[in-house]
């Protein structure tokens, strides 16, 4: 049940005082009629004639007319038809001398409410005037009540079928304020955060918006009636000093006012501390006697507002459910397709490295064979005839042997050492290097390689170069395998070149080669193992893909860092490591040489 007003202002304003149209030709009759009537308090227009009395009607807008039956110039039967076509609810009393029944279905076939004869008994006229309009005015409040119900459907329906609040808050405001008649309707919401009211939908019959005002929530009277669930009645706002929020809403609707609180589905009424927000209407013109009758709908309406209020705000908690819940559905969708994918590319990896695998350790298998088939027809005897040794031949094919069985071993070396860095449970030892002294003898090799292949090879180490605590052998294998990838796959007329600078706390080594560019996409998978960059001869390098991979594995336990840029037909890999190798299991680092 809601609270009471919390003010109440009543000035006492005058009744309404019903009109009464009388037409008689006959003017003592006239003014013995208006006498009477006016001392029962009516006001009373007399016409001589219907024509006058139309005339009149228009004038006046009277509630009940008096007529004489026979006048001249337009009779009272046809005046009766006229008047009930302008009004159809119209009391029309016929008064005359005829008795006759013909007269008498006349009257009432011209649309009569009521027929009395002369000469006039005042008692009896003056109760069945009361009578007609107190018909007149059960008949008007039974149809404003059938058209207020109406209005009210409308509202409900409107309300009921939208779950978008603006929407249903634009109807409500423009139906309710149609429907009793108020100058201006409005809804605000409650924001406690903010400490304040903004309101958020209003319509109105008058010039000027009061849409996304902000209403201070404290020192706020009406505020502080409302958060406690009570209905603010002001009958006069003019003369509620302290209680409008807004001046110039307060100068615009100095009339009636009245606020009711609106709850949603988090503030239901008798739980919440605040409602969600209020519904607010305004006259212009104080009316108290507005107030007293559409309270109770206004209530009622009130009620159907937060009722739809909450199932919003639930059908907004369903929706973000369900957005939730399918986001989670095509996030874990997407990673089961990634699984999936992921699934797909480790067997065609798979697949991919055994045939690798199986190529690299068949071919050398085959050539060594082939080389055995050679040297055995060269070494041996024909049909028991010894034949002439030729010592280039033999060499030819030992070499082959030879080249194909180191081959063979360093395949097998690569996937042991694969499998030794992925299970290693404690590194090396490592030792300090001079990096000056240590690194051109690795390099050497690589430099007649490079002679050797038309290509051009430069080796920088910057003169400021500190003392370097790491794993040199791990390191060497690093640089080893990059600097015989630089040199595979450098083409004829290109520069190899490897640059050793000090970028404190580390020091970075530069490997690069011109006339190659790595694919983008390719770039992110050279370390992956058993991966090659695809090419349209797979078999004309060699190689099983471990390379890089081994290099990534090194790397790490070198407590380093390698990246790879390849772009404009120039490729780097870039092996950043820490100036002092951090010892594993003791937390500490050496300290550097003197």
């Known amino acids: 049940m809601r609270s009471s007003p919390a003010h109440t202002f009543e000035p006492s304003l005058p009744g309404t005082t019903p009109t009464v149209l009388l037409a008689d030709d006959d003017p003592w009759i006239r003014l013995y009629l208006s006498k009477l009537l006016s001392q029962e308090g009516y006001r009373v227009a007399e016409a001589e004639n219907g024509e006058q009395a139309l005339l009149l009607f228009a004038q006046t807008q009277p509630e009940i007319v008096l007529l004489d039956a026979l006048m001249p110039s337009l009779d009272g039967f046809e005046c009766c038809r006229r008047l009930r076509t302008l009004d159809a609810d119209l009391p029309c009393l016929m008064i005359t001398a005829l008795e006759d029944q013909a007269s008498v279905d006349k009257a009432f076939a011209a649309g009569a409410s009521d027929y009395i004869t002369k000469p006039i008994y005042w008692p009896v006229l003056r109760q069945r005037i009361r009578h007609l309009l107190k018909a007149r005015q059960t008949l008007a409040n039974l149809r404003q009540q059938s058209a207020r119900e109406r209005a009210l459907n409308r509202v409900v329906r409107a309300i009921r079928t939208s779950l978008q609040l603006e929407q249903i808050f634009s109807v409500a405001t423009r139906e309710i304020c149609q429907l009793v008649e108020a100058d201006r309707v409005s809804i605000s919401v409650y924001r406690p955060q903010e400490q304040h009211w903004r309101i958020i939908s209003e319509y109105s019959t008058q010039a000027g918006s009061y849409l996304g005002c902000l209403i201070p929530d404290s020192e706020s009277p009406i505020a502080q009636q409302l958060k406690q669930g009570n209905v603010v009645l002001l009958a006069a706002a003019d003369q509620a000093e302290g209680w409008a929020y807004i001046s110039s809403m307060a100068k615009a609707y100095p009339g009636s006012w009245l606020l009711v609180p609106l709850h949603g589905s988090d503030s239901p009424e008798f739980d919440s501390p605040a409602p969600w927000g209020s519904l607010c209407l305004q006259l212009k013109t104080a009316r108290p006697d507005w107030l007293a009758a559409n309270q109770d709908l206004i209530l009622t309406l009130a009620d159907h507002l937060s009722i739809a209020i909450q199932q919003a705000e639930l059908f907004e908690q369903v929706q973000k459910l369900n957005r939730t819940l399918e986001e989670k559905v095509q996030a874990r969708t997407a990673e089961l397709d990634r699984q999936v994918q992921e699934l797909q590319r480790l067997d065609r990896l798979k697949t991919d490295f055994l045939s690798t695998v199986s190529h690299e350790l068949r071919t050398p298998l085959s050539s060594m064979k082939m080389a055995i088939r050679l040297l055995s027809d060269a070494l041996l005897p024909t049909q028991g005839a010894a034949k002439p040794l030729d010592p280039a031949k033999i060499s030819r094919y030992l070499a082959v042997l030879n080249q194909e069985c180191e081959r063979e071993i360093k395949l097998v070396e690569d996937l042991l050492d694969l499998q030794q ?174």
């Open 421 to 594: 860095l992925e299970t290693l449970s404690s590194p090396p030892q490592p030792r300090w290097l001079e990096l000056k002294e240590w690194l051109p003898p690795i390099v050497e090799p690589f430099v007649q390689e490079a002679r050797s292949r038309g290509q051009s090879f430069s080796l920088e180490i910057c003169a400021e170069l500190p003392a370097l605590f790491t794993l040199p052998e791990v390191l060497r294998a690093v640089l080893v395998e990059l600097l015989k990838n630089a040199c595979k796959f450098t083409p004829a007329h290109h520069r190899i070149s490897l640059q050793v600078t000090n970028t404190p706390p580390h020091l970075e080594i530069q490997i690069c080669n011109t006339g190659i560019t790595i694919p983008p996409a390719e770039q992110k998978r050279v370390f992956e193992k058993f991966y090659r960059v695809p090419s349209s001869d797979p078999w004309r390098q060699g190689g099983t893909g471990l390379g890089l991979a081994l290099v990534q594995q090194r790397v790490n336990l070198l407590q380093g860092e390698i990246h790879l840029n390849s772009e404009a037909d120039h490729t780097c890999f870039t092996l950043r490591l820490p100036r002092v190798f951090s010892i594993s299991g003791q937390q500490r680092s050496a300290q550097p040489r003197a």
